[in-house]
Nanobody, 121 residues
Framework: QVQLVESGGGLVQAGGSLRLSCAAS????????MGWFRQAPGKEREFVAG?????TYADSVKGRFTISRDNAKNTVYLQMNSLKPEDTADYYC?????????????????WGQGTQVTVSS
């Protein structure tokens, strides 16, 4: 079973950048489609980006965020540039067995504990 641990969150000013990391344990990491989701206070968890053999982004982050993975390091990254106050949320890494990225949170069966991102105006 793969376990996920996120890191890299913090406080940043609008226009700044952060890079989130998601370290995975387990030998089958490369066979998992991985996603980043976020949840702001009082809002539902929403898809941000996903990666398997291709990448998928939410419209709200296209051109600003980049997802990548290093299977040798069992790590998925989310580079976030041009951050906006509306990007403030808890960010979660998620995994699902198989090669297809899903934008629906319920299709992911493995989740990290989350890392907080706060963007000040």
């Amino acid at each position: 079973q793969v376990q996920l641990v996120e890191s890299g969150g913090g406080l940043v000013q609008a226009g700044g950048s952060l890079r989130l990391s998601c370290a995975a344990s387990g030998r089958t990491f490369s066979s998992y489609a991985m996603g980043w989701f976020r949840q702001a206070p009082g809002k539902e968890r929403e898809f941000v980006a996903g990666i398997s053999w291709s990448v998928t982004y939410a419209d709200s982050v296209k051109g600003r965020f980049t997802i990548s993975r290093d299977n040798a390091k069992n790590t998925v990254y989310l580079q976030m540039n041009s951050l906006k106050p509306e990007d403030t949320a808890d960010y979660y890494c998620a995994g699902r067995n198989g090669a297809v990225v899903s934008t629906a949170a319920h299709n992911y069966n493995i989740w990290g504990q989350g890392t907080q991102v706060t963007v000040s105006s």
